[in-house]
Nanobody, 125 residues
């Protein structure tokens, strides 16, 4: 059983930056594909970025060049560095984990077994 806990959300002005963290406990972190998703009010859950256990990263076009995913297998933590934030980035951000998810399918939320509770990010204009 894997537990995930996100942190680092908050209120930031447009153009600012935030770094989200997702700490994992249980399981073998280094073998998991880790991913970040978000859900804005009234919208579907949206894939943002993933990092396979091989360290291959994959980004949604909407955040490519602005967001960076990274992981620290010693700390069992995955990060999402978010730069040049826009009001439309306002959402609840979730991390997800699953050892069975391949790099090519890592954008699909239904494939992930473990999810965090989410952290709110609000970007003011």
């Amino acid at each position: 059983q894997v537990q995930l806990e996100e942190s680092g959300g908050g209120l930031v002005q447009a153009g600012g930056s935030l770094r989200l963290s997702c700490a994992a406990s249980g399981g073998t972190f280094s073998t998991y594909t880790m991913a970040w998703f978000r859900r804005a009010p009234g919208q579907e859950r949206e894939f943002l970025a993933s990092m396979h256990w091989s360290d291959n990263a994959y980004y949604a076009d909407s955040v490519k060049g602005r967001f960076t995913i990274s992981r620290d297998n010693v700390k069992k933590t995955v990060y999402l560095q978010m730069n040049s934030l826009k009001p439309e980035d306002t959402a609840v951000y979730y991390c997800a984990a699953d050892a069975r998810v391949s790099y090519v399918n890592s954008w699909q939320p239904a494939l992930y077994e473990y999810w965090g509770q989410g952290t709110q990010v609000t970007v003011s204009s």
